[in-house]
């Protein structure tokens, strides 16, 4: 008996972390002659590749953080369309780290796959994904980690996977957001989110599996297939939000007092807990309504608004605390991103807006 027998093909593990290695190159652009350039003495997919911090001033901070694209892999794997997870997974931890009021560097990822037999085209999309976000944050990927695990990765279909990362940021310390930035009277301005984001798939699987069976996938909802408009890749926020806040070398376009990325827990937990240490609350009346998917799933599967706005994003994937509500949206713009003034922080702790779901109606959490 050898490796392959048991699952494990050296000879496409090595094939596939070549694909991926070439991807990680061409984004090493992105930090050349900034913080996080990557500096490569062998250029080898094995070889040693570092970040050149040899510059770092005084009042220089950096963490990481780690997050998944979690079970919306599923849908590409039914939709045999992997072009887009990357953008996924980027935009969980670029938009994390913005909400500290760092600049996304240097991203690695673990790749876990049922097996390569079968999956290089898959991994070649997967591939074209890490150089279309990467661009998209303006960020440098420094590895493409891959793991045969046999029966340990579920999902559908015959190549199955599960995608994680790990950013590093750097920020001045100076710089960072305390939480005691907002002020009464800031300005809230959501940015419009088109799809799902990565967030709340096990209860839009289980809905439209109950009804529309195990092939839900392929039902036809607005003239696509559901599957299709689950997709809908994340959009990356933080390369514009860099340039409002100023990067780690670079000055802001626009003073802003706190971020909120809408991911699981949506509008309510992510802006109540930036507003936590102030003890303000938000009063928000212009909100982005819901792509027509999120809708008709909240529909069939009678999710009430409330419970919406706690599982997904609701149609705004962030939310910029600001004073100057009208350069956040212009720069937005310049990125090619819309968005507009929610409404504004008040007095109270509670988090309170006039709902886009179904039901609409003011909700109030807090």
């Not at 340039?243 to 376009?253: C, E, K, P, R, V």
């Not at 504004?344 to 886009?356: D, N, Q, R, Y």
């Amino acid at each position: 008996m050898d490796y392959a027998t048991a699952g494990v093909n050296l000879e496409l593990g090595d094939d596939a972390s070549k694909i991926l290695y070439e991807a990680a190159k061409a984004t090493f652009k992105h930090r050349k002659g900034r913080v996080g350039e990557l500096i490569v003495p062998f250029d080898d997919f094995s070889g040693v590749r570092a970040v050149d911090v040899s510059s770092l001033p005084a009042g220089s901070v950096m963490n990481m953080t780690f997050d998944g694209v979690g079970t919306k892999v599923e849908i590409a794997q039914r939709m045999n369309d992997h072009t887009t997870v990357a953008h996924d997974l980027f935009a969980m931890v670029c938009d994390d780290a913005i909400v500290r009021g760092a600049e996304p560097v240097v991203i690695g990822s673990v790749l876990d796959v049922n097996s390569l037999t079968g999956g290089i085209e898959a991994v070649k999309q997967l591939a074209q994904g890490y150089i279309d976000a990467a661009e998209a944050a303006n960020v440098a990927v420094v590895n493409g980690e891959i793991a045969e695990l046999g029966d340990a990765v579920g999902g559908h279909g015959t190549f199955k996977y599960n995608w994680c990362s790990g950013l590093i940021w750097f920020a001045r310390k100076d710089k960072l957001f305390t939480g005691q930035e907002p002020q009464e009277g800031d300005a809230v301005v959501v940015f419009r989110e088109k799809g799902f984001r990565s967030n709340g798939f096990s209860l839009i699987r289980k809905v439209f599996e109950q009804e529309y069976g195990k092939d839900w996938h392929n039902a036809t909802f607005d003239g696509e297939k559901l599957g299709t408009l689950l997709l809908v890749p994340s959009t990356i926020y933080s390369k514009a939000v860099v340039a409002m806040h100023g990067g780690f070398d670079t000055d802001g376009t626009c003073e802003l007092h706190g971020v909120a990325h809408l991911t699981g827990g949506g509008l309510p937990e992510k802006l109540g807990r930036v507003l936590k240490a102030s003890g303000l609350g938000a009063e928000l009346d212009e909100l982005y309504e819901p792509c027509a998917a999120m809708l008709h799933c909240m529909e069939v599967g009678k999710v009430k608004d409330r419970e919406a706005y706690r599982t997904w994003n609701m149609g705004q994937g962030l939310a910029v605390i600001t004073p100057e509500p009208e350069k956040v949206i212009a720069e937005a713009k310049k990125h090619g991103l819309e968005a507009k003034k929610a409404g504004k922080l008040v007095a109270g702790g509670k988090i309170t807006f006039k709902s886009k779901g179904r039901e609409g109606g003011w909700l109030t959490y807090g």
